[in-house]
């Protein structure tokens, strides 16, 4: 079986459509749907999806009390020029930081994802 695309990757949380926004904006991505659904999608078909979950806990990093089951890497040129325009989006920037060429960060939900160096 060849896979020619992502699969598609849906994040559970309490907003969906300002959780979509915030990737969307991070990605250049358009935002699209209503209600407890909304999706990002890359002009060659990639798509995120975020779904709204009543009592929504995010996950606790890098503890494991609530695991964070998976997390996102996003792949840039330069960590020092990524880093405040994730910041300005909404995102965190985790205290623990455990390599030199990514950096963590959390979502406005509390997922992690990091930025890696390219």
Not at 31 to 55: K, M, P, S
Not at 69 to 87: C, I, K, S
Not at 91 to 114: I, M, S, W
Request: net charge negative; glycine share 6%.
């Amino acid at each position: 079986m060849a896979i020619a695309r992502i699969p598609n990757v849906v994040l559970d949380c309490p907003d969906p459509k300002s959780l979509a926004e915030f990737y969307g904006a991070l990605l250049d991505w358009p935002v699209t749907g209503d209600g407890d659904w909304f999706t990002i999608r890359a002009d060659y078909g990639d798509a995120l999806h975020f779904q709204q979950v009543e009592n929504f806990t995010p996950p606790q990093w890098p503890g494991q009390a609530q695991p964070q089951q998976m997390h996102l890497d996003f792949m840039v040129d330069d960590l020092d020029a990524a880093e405040p325009e994730a910041l300005a989006l909404g995102a965190t920037k985790h205290e623990y930081q455990p390599g030199n060429d990514f950096r963590v960060f959390l979502d406005p939900a509390g997922h992690p994802f990091c930025l890696c160096v390219a």
